[in-house]
Every structure is written in structure tokens, then in C-alpha cells.
């Protein structure tokens, strides 16, 4: 962040090897599934009522799976952003000095080197987790966002009390309008 005292106003996170493990599986009918993590939708969540929240998948043959999962289920905003347009879609959506990245793959350096401070998981290509202002120890679809949203609230807010934890809103069980 540009001021000492400015708190990041966003979180873009890579979906495919944060959000999950970075595989995908196949069969002759083509892409069919992708492993989410268990945790990951929870912690963000406790971030949610202090970042803007959105996911990015420069995945074409698998969006309609990373829909299902990030809007639908989950309900956070998705784009479809190709991995090589990252840094300008940024510039032109956000303030990248007020923006947070997650990312895990090869160009994603150049991500981390135009944004507020970067944050990589456990099993990122090596040479961006040597770029990144963060790495967790946590792999990618195995509660690595969960791990970098306290770390955030940690750095950039206040620590999480676990003990004492209030959510409105949960994904799919979100309360319905009276």
C-alpha cells in the first residue's frame, strides 16, 4: 500500500490452484470436474464485510464448473480473465494499490509486481513464491485462502477471535429476504 495506513480495499484470488488443487480431471467427454477446499469459502466469509471479494479463472474449458461453484454456490462475483490480460484488467477495475492478489501459476509474478502485496499457497510454481509478499502453508484447494484470510485480518485489520465468530451470510445457506 502506498500509505502505511491504507487498508486494502480488494482480494482478487486465482481460482484454479488456489481456490483448488489445480488439477483437473478428464474424461472423452472433456473437463468434468475440479476439487474445491473445505475451508476456503468459510474464512472469506470473515473477510467478506472488510474486502471487495472477487475470483478470476482463466480457465475457458472448465468455467462453467468454477460458475457452479463461485457464483452459484459460494456467491461471490467471477471473471473469466486469460492469465496473459491479469495485470490490465486490474488496472482498469481496480486500484492495484489498493488490491491484494492470490495467485499461484508461472505469470502470476507479473500480478504480484503491480499490486498493493501478493500472496501465493504452498504449492505455487517456485519462482512466484519467491515474489510473493506471502506464501501460506497450506496447498492450493486445501484451505490456503482460508490460511491467507486470517493472515490478512492479521496484518492489514484485526486478529479473528475463533472463538467468537458471527456470520450472516453463508453461501447456500444464505437467509432468504422476509
Known amino acids: 500500500m502506498g500509505n502505511k495506513n491504507e487498508k486494502p480495499k480488494n482480494f482478487i484470488i486465482d481460482v484454479d490452484g488456489v481456490l483448488t488443487d489445480g488439477q483437473y480431471y478428464y474424461t472423452d467427454k472433456g473437463k468434468v470436474m475440479k476439487v474445491f477446499g473445505p475451508d476456503d469459502h468459510d474464512a472469506l ?11 478470476i479463472s482463466g480457465d475457458k474449458r ?30 482498469r477495475k481496480f486500484n492495484p494499490e489498493q488490491t491484494i492478489y492470490m495467485g499461484d501459476g508461472i505469470f ?4 504480484f509486481d503491480e499490486v498493493a502485496y501478493g ?13 510473493a509478499d506471502f506464501v501460506t502453508f497450506s496447498r492450493g484447494g486445501d484451505s490456503a485462502v482460508a ?7 492479521e496484518k492489514f485489520f484485526k486478529p479473528i477471535d475463533l472463538k467468537n465468530i ?6 447456500v445457506w444464505r437467509k432468504k429476504k422476509q
Open 45 to 55: 466469509l470473515l473477510i467478506k464485510p472488510h474486502l471487495n471479494i472477487c475470483m
Open 62 to 91: 472448465g468455467f462453467e464448473i468454477t460458475r457452479k461453484r463461485i457464483v452459484s454456490d459460494m456467491r461471490f462475483p467471477l471473471w473469466l480473465v486469460s492469465t496473459f490480460e491479469r495485470v490490465e484488467w486490474i488496472k
Open 108 to 111: 502470476d509474478g507479473s500480478v
Open 119 to 131: 500472496i501465493a499457497p504452498a504449492n505455487a510454481f517456485y519462482k512466484i513464491k519467491e515474489r
Open 147 to 153: 490460511e491467507a484470510c486470517l493472515h490478512i485480518m
Open 166 to 171: 458471527k456470520i450472516n451470510e453463508a453461501g
